[in-house]
Each structure stands twice: as structure tokens, then as C-alpha cells.
């Protein structure tokens, strides 16, 4: 299995960043978290259950910068565990 997350868009107004996680290619997650990452939620497309992650959002999720965004292992145990 293949996790990829893309970039939405940003909103100006409230400074939050939106991305969307897909696992083989199929939709199944999208998250939005603030600009300094401190909130963040998870809102799995399947069954619209929203998620505050109780770990940080550095935890959630590697890369950034010149790096691809990509799921960290306790990123995708989280995914999973609501698949």
C-alpha cells in the first residue's frame, strides 16, 4: 500500500494549511493543521469522523521543505486504525 498526501490550498483568512491524504491512489483522508502546526485535525472521507491526533502533528506526518510530505509510521498506524 501507497500513502501519497497533496497540498489543497491555504487559507488566507485563518492561516490554515489543507492537504489530502490518498493510499493507492483512493481518497481517504483529508487534514488541515495551523501555521506553526500546533492543531490539527484529521477528517476520514469514508465515514466523516473528524480527529484531533492526541500526538503532534511533527509526529504525524515527515518531509516538508524541498522533501515530499509523507505519513510517519505512527501516522499511518493512526490512518489505519480508523480504515
Known amino acids: 500500500m501507497t500513502y501519497r498526501i497533496e497540498y489543497i490550498d491555504r487559507e488566507q483568512a485563518s492561516g490554515d494549511y ?3 491524504i490518498y493510499k493507492d491512489n483512493v481518497l481517504i483522508a483529508s487534514y488541515w493543521h ?11 472521507i469514508h465515514s466523516g469522523i473528524k480527529v ?3 500526538f503532534r502533528m511533527v509526529e504525524f506526518i515527515k518531509g516538508g521543505g524541498s522533501e515530499p510530505l509523507e505519513l510517519s509510521e505512527i501516522g499511518v ?5 480508523y480504515l
Open 18 to 20: 489543507h492537504r489530502k
Open 34 to 44: 495551523d501555521f506553526r502546526g500546533d492543531e490539527y485535525e484529521v477528517t476520514f
Open 52 to 54: 484531533e491526533p492526541s
Open 77 to 81: 498506524e493512526f490512518i489505519e486504525s
